[in-house]
């Protein structure tokens, strides 16, 4: 029987526990034998104490002991590709990158998750194509990876289950904000989704967990760390979430415009990570080439239509309508006018991530129902030189009550000057 509140009591006072502690805890929990309130106040401890990379490994890996794991590699023969992000405001690079990827001759599998708070999650906008299944048993999200070459599903109820709950617990304690419990919870789901070579986009500013470059860093070594231990080949990308990623803030019109980038046809700022990440896939794929020749084959299967048409078989397999005429719109649309002339000083993520949540795209608690249709396109981006009346952004709303609330967060959030805005790249760094 695992002695629970001495195991507290050791990590409250700065102490290293054993693998074998952190297995019984994390069962125990999982099981239901550890009760929440000691697993709070465990949390909370290792909030303020931190974790050691051999305890952050072990609690990896009893997060994936609570459940099954999938094993792509075996049903496929071959290594699968998978990305993920840390979460940020109009980061929609999965629905772009899985088409790209798998027309290059690459299997992509990808386990999601939903959107909480300002965050949006891919399954709800893939939720927002027409008749779009994201509930595909284990055997089903193989037999697609294998026969479609791409599935993006929702994470089935008996992987990492431990990671479920723990996450419910430090939602509710203030306790998500710690490295190596992100770390273990994003790598334990990973590794147990089967994938072999996974790109990790770490999001790094206002609108992301990690609001500076040397906090990112130290997340993105402790995932490499982690994927190195369980023989996954990992490359994080270190990415801008000052602003929004691209223009589109919601999920159909996210959808809208991952669309468009495989078409050729995406914002510059999204166009260069989608091929940035799909690169670097086909780099650690088993297709033997490196990032610069990934990236021309990325860019040719936009060109060609091979990026489109791997979009609509996907769509297709998983039940969806690929037709973007399909997709839900907004009835009522609001331009957000620039109230003076001058440049785009910063466009705060947050603020539109606000916006959109408050517009019905996002959900405040995990059962809130999302509106699908409804978002913020951001027209203007920092650096941007406008005059006073020129269109920022528009609010796609429900009603006209909350465009107007929601026009007024979308004004706020830009800052317009006479100077210059700081040159902030996309892409910040890349660790592997
Ligand atoms: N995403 C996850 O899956 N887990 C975390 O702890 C944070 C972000």
Redesign the pocket.
Known sequence: MIHAAELIQQKRDGGELSDDDLTGLILGFARGEVPDYQVAAFCMAVYFRGLSSTETYALTDAMIASGKTIDLRGALGRKVVDKHS??GVGDKTSLAVGPIVSACGVPFGKMS?RGLGHTGGTLDKLESIPGFRVELSSEEFIAQVRDVGLAIVGQTADLVPADKKL?AL?DVTAT?ENVS??AA??MS?KIAAGADAIVLDVKVGDGA?MKTLSDARILARAMLDLGRRAEREVVCLLTDMDQPLGRAVGNAIEVREALDTIRGDGPTDFTELVLDASAQLLAISDLGIDAAEGRRRAQHAIVDGSAAAAYERWVRAQGGDPAEAALPQAPVVRPVEAPRGGTVRRLGAIRIGVAALGLGAGRRTKDDAIDHAVGVLCLRKRGDEVQAGDVLAEVHARDATSAAEATRLVRDAYELGDDAAPARPLVLDLLR
């Open positions: 840390t979460g998750g996450y430090r998500v419990l992100i919870s994003i789901k967990f």
